[in-house]
């Protein structure tokens, strides 16, 4: 019962959010469902109801829910507001990671969001173009594609697709090619001496891998070259690849000035950064910046290891950004040091610095 319940919710999310319900497929946890719905209005930070958890004590899954829920709530049209753009999205998402949110949750949908299709176009779904005399192969393809959140046209011939790509420029045109005298060369021609279609992606999709036609293909201009038998899961992140690709070149991706999550430290303080990274067992990188200075901390599953400020390393260099009240930070999660200048318990860390900083108050 409990994995039909999962299932339910699962097809929830990606009919209402595609970007969540991709974040679910971005990270793997037991799918337990009452404790999920029971505890996806707690907070990282321990100030949420109903048993006041906080950080790891929080089911994962509840922590992801928590995240998505905010995502679709400020996403989609409200009686009270219109729904706010991803940038803003991501802002608030960012401003409230540590305390409302894990951070490395908001982390993962930011990176979903990053990529996802909701940044083409103001949230218009990118267009595909599929010319394949397989109808089996097309059928499957543009199932999946649909699944994904794109807009898909399928046709069998390359007249068909050259007609139907005149019609309305599509972001991506996907050709089956079978030879050198293949008709996908002639649509890869037709398209490239247009001004108006020249820049539109162009990928060959070949029945098996082929050096000599691979070579040729690239060389007439293609942007990738797909193998159909290779598994579906890989073409269709190459797919994606492209797009990806493409909304970077154009410059319509989503636009942050930052990796990692960021922040104000006078709403977040290093000492609440490392107690929230401690609690969550997390191996991150937390860029500061106060005035004119900069440092770096890194933790390794939830461990200080290795500090940097100025010329200062260890200890001495935590010790001097502890003392910053205002300024900004960045957590990104994932990035390890090779280096360890620090070993002692990181609450213990803090508690020195914040003895020595009354010391040089008295």
């Not at 999205?89 to 990053?114: K, S, Y």
């Not at 994606?240 to 636009?255: D, P, S, W, Y």
């Not at 770096?296 to 009240?325: L, N, P």
């Amino acid at each position: 019962m409990d994995a039909e319940l999962a299932d339910t919710q699962k097809e929830a999310l990606r009919e209402h959010a595609p970007a969540g319900a991709r974040l679910l497929e971005h990270i793997t946890f037991p799918w337990n469902v009452l404790p999920v719905i029971r505890h996806h209005h707690e907070r990282y930070d321990g100030r949420g109801y109903p048993d006041g958890l906080k950080g790891r004590e929080i089911p994962l899954g509840a922590r992801i829910v928590a995240v998505v829920d905010a995502y679709v709530a400020m996403s989609s049209p409200r009686p009270h507001h219109p729904p706010f753009r991803t940038e803003e999205v991501v802002a608030e998402m960012e401003r409230q990671a540590g305390q409302q949110f894990d951070p490395e949750v908001v982390e993962a949908l930011i990176r979903v969001l990053e990529k996802t299709h909701a940044v083409f176009g103001g949230g218009d779904k990118p267009s595909v173009v599929v010319c394949d005399a397989d109808a089996e192969f097309r059928k499957l393809l543009q199932m999946r594609l649909v699944n994904d959140g794109y807009d898909v046209r399928c046709v069998a011939k390359a007249d068909e697709a050259l007609e139907a790509i005149l019609s309305t420029a599509p972001d991506l045109v996907l050709a089956e090619v079978d030879s050198d005298a293949s008709d996908a060369f002639q649509l890869l021609r037709e398209i490239r001496k247009d001004p108006a279609f020249q820049h539109v992606p162009f990928a060959f999709l070949a029945r098996a891998e082929s050096r000599m036609l691979k070579i040729r293909a690239l060389r007439q201009g293609v942007d990738d070259f797909l193998v159909k038998e290779s598994d579906l899961e890989v073409l269709l992140a190459r797919i994606e690849n492209i797009l990806t690709r493409e909304v970077a070149r154009r410059g319509e991706g989503l636009k942050r000035a930052k990796r990692g999550v960021t922040g104000q430290l006078d709403n977040l303080g290093l000492p609440d950064i490392v107690q929230t990274l401690a609690i969550g067992m997390k191996t991150a990188l937390v860029a500061l910046s106060h005035d004119d200075l900069t440092g770096r901390i890194w933790f390794r599953d939830g461990a200080v290891v290795h500090a940097k400020c100025g010329e200062m390393q260890g200890e001495s260099a935590f010790h001097a950004m502890a003392r910053w009240k205002t300024g900004e930070f960045a957590i990104e999660h994932g990035i390890k040091s090779r280096r360890t200048t620090i070993e002692c318990d990181p609450m213990f860390l803090v508690m020195e610095a914040m003895r020595l900083m009354d010391e040089a108050s008295a």
